[in-house]
């Protein structure tokens, strides 16, 4: 069994996102990862991943794994980032979380517009759903089902005072299946036992949560056999030779 270790942001937003800048098409972020270094990433746009089959095919080309994915915001407003490994997992859970979204339409001039590219970066068109808003969705129902199509979810930026976990639930739900917590990169790894004792003994990762090209992130590594999410899993589990580094 061979491991590599791959730098890695599994957090970053596309111009799908009303709040990210026009700068985050495909072409630009993964000529940004190159120069990072980064190998492995997922994309995280809001209640969508209508931008995710574009970001992988960009992260081909460029010879980096992009994971698609999602961050969804349930009912609690409480941000959860869901990874998969395929493009038709991630649309899947797409169809389920539109299903999910208050019938209401963005309005660009309030929230800014929510575009969906190609993998070169060109306009295909608007995405006319307000996406920054919530899912009837629980943080429960959130786990059991992406669980269920096999995927992967992260608690997003639990040590912000809004959107996170622990901000609106206080608490990590017992009995749910929770291999690691995202910290954002204002907090310091070495701090966090102390600002957040009920973490201890969690994996922690940090990942940009990047809305412009400067706000990739790449001091995370993570020892996996292959880019993937069961690998993923086992790393954030330290299982298996598998493991997560933060410089």
């Known amino acids: 069994m061979a491991f590599a270790y791959f730098p890695a942001d599994l957090h970053l937003h596309t111009v799908l996102s009303a709040c990210a800048e026009i700068e985050m098409i495909p072409p630009l972020i993964v000529q940004r ?11 995280t746009d809001h209640n969508s991943a209508e931008n995710a089959a574009a970001m992988v095919a960009a992260g ?18 409480v941000h959860l980032i869901c990874l998969f490994d395929t493009v ?12 999910h979204l208050p019938p209401l339409k963005n309005r660009d001039e ?24 919530s899912t009837t969705l629980s943080v429960e129902d959130v786990f059991e089902r992406v669980d269920d199509m096999e995927g992967l979810v992260v608690p997003a930026h639990v040590d912000r005072p809004a959107f996170s976990l622990l901000a609106n ?14 910290i954002s990169t ?11 004792p009920m973490l201890a003994g969690k994996t922690l990762i940090q990942s940009g949560d990047a809305h412009r090209l400067t706000e990739l992130h790449n001091r995370m590594l993570v020892k996996l056999e292959r880019p993937a999410v069961s690998e993923l899993r086992m790393a954030f589990l330290n299982q298996g030779g598998r493991r997560v580094i933060i410089d």
């Open 33 to 43: 990862a190159r120069q990072l270094g980064l190998q492995l990433m997922a994309v």
């Open 60 to 77: 081909l080309e460029a010879g980096i794994t992009i994971l698609p994915g999602m961050e969804v915001q349930t009912r609690e407003e």
């Open 88 to 99: 038709d997992q991630a649309v899947g859970w797409q169809e389920y979380v539109y299903s």
């Open 110 to 133: 309030v929230f800014g517009s929510q575009l969906v590219v190609d993998a070169q970066g060109e306009f295909i068109s608007f995405n006319e759903r307000l996406l920054l808003t």
């Open 169 to 182: 639930l206080g608490f990590l739900p017992p009995g749910l299946d929770i291999p690691a917590v995202e």
């Open 186 to 196: 204002n907090t310091r790894i070495s701090a966090v036992a102390e600002q957040f």
